[in-house]
């Protein structure tokens, strides 16, 4: 798989989603569309770390209504005695991103049973409707599970989307969000990764993971929400 490029990978993507998924699929160049979600999926080149050890695979993921542009990730995967890391990554991708823009078009479908979704308001009152994906975690070594259960219960990027909800009037947009903790033991800090519609905010957000027993615990949470205005 590492001789695959964007469109190689695109390929995948198609398939994967048609043949698992049941979604009907329409790749063109790097690009896949979900036709009967309005929805479409850019690949870019993947980046492959040292000896293939892990690869970084830039997925972006739009609904065609909207006039923003894609949502962009960078999905990492890992090579281990179970997956090459392209199929890695696009397995966690799949299944901890994708999910969430597709609940907002078919919540019935399987990839949209673990997504939360909640009818509130922002800081004027205004109907907003949160989409927040399953919480993805890389254990190098000590998660238990008491930090399994914070982090599911409540992942970093919940608490990002009730702040953005709380402190004042959204766009009349849809915004995305992403979150990233991580934790080295011995290190004073913790890492701290917040982007919100492809921007990074890490500064503001900087607590957002403060609540996690990670112990002894050597890894990485990661989640992604949609916060939309409410029709």
């Keep these: 798989m590492e001789e695959l490029d964007a469109c190689g990978i695109a390929e995948v993507v198609a398939a994967m989603l048609s043949e698992s998924h049941g979604l009907r699929t329409e790749r063109t160049d ?9 929805l479409e999926i850019a690949v870019e080149e993947p980046e492959h770390g040292p000896g293939g050890a892990y690869v970084r695979l830039p997925l972006g993921v739009r609904y065609t209504a909207w006039e923003e542009g894609y ?8 090579r281990s005695a179970d997956a090459h890391p392209l199929a890695d990554a696009l397995m966690s991708w799949v299944h901890n991103v994708l999910p969430v823009f597709i609940a907002i078009q078919q919540p019935d479908h399987p990839l949209a049973e673990a997504v939360f979704h909640q009818l509130g308001a922002d800081g004027e009152g205004r109907p907003t409707e949160l989409f ?5 975690w890389r254990d190098f070594g000590g998660i238990d599970d008491e ?4 982090a599911s219960e409540r992942p970093p990027t919940l608490v ?27 290190q004073d800090e913790d890492t701290v990764e917040v982007t919100l519609n492809n921007n990074d905010v890490s500064g503001h ?25 409410a029709v």
Excluded: I
């Design 160 to 186: 990002v989307a009730e702040r953005l909800m709380s402190d004042g009037q959204l766009p009349d947009r849809p915004v995305w969000l992403y979150s990233l903790c991580g934790h080295v033991p011995g």
């Design 147 to 150: 930090f399994v259960r914070a």
């Design 132 to 136: 927040a994906g399953p919480v993805a």
């Design 30 to 38: 790097a690009v896949v569309a979900l036709s009967d979600l309005d």
């Design 71 to 78: 949502a962009w990730d960078q999905a990492v995967g890992v």
């Design 205 to 229: 957000f900087v607590d957002v993971g403060r609540h996690l027993p990670w112990g002894v615990g050597h890894g990485t949470v990661k989640s992604w929400a949609l916060l939309v205005p």
